[in-house]
């Protein structure tokens, strides 16, 4: 399983609102699949109004995701915080 980060937007009610959100998924077809049905479940949003314009891997340590760090919390470290590239 790997961890991947999607951003995009869906439609909620009159307007887009725009989302970043961390999935833990075989592949790029299967965190697709979880977002949209995440974003169907949680907000009743049908898959056409929902568009990923970007879906990439991360490394785990990078998501803030409660899901992704009880995924990988037997084979990363998240007592750290992540590395920004910014000092």
Not at 35 to 44: A, E, P, Q, T
């Amino acid at each position: 399983m790997k961890a991947y980060r999607a951003t995009g937007s869906f439609r909620n009610g009159r307007t887009d609102q725009n989302f970043t959100y961390d999935v833990v998924a075989i592949d790029v077809a299967d965190a697709e699949h979880r977002v949209y049905s995440n974003f169907g479940s949680r907000h009743n949003a049908a898959r056409r109004f929902i568009h990923i314009t970007s879906l990439d891997e991360i490394q785990p340590t990078q998501s803030s995701e409660p899901r992704v760090i009880a995924h990988f919390r037997d084979t990363h470290d998240f007592s750290a915080p992540p590395s920004s590239e910014e000092e």
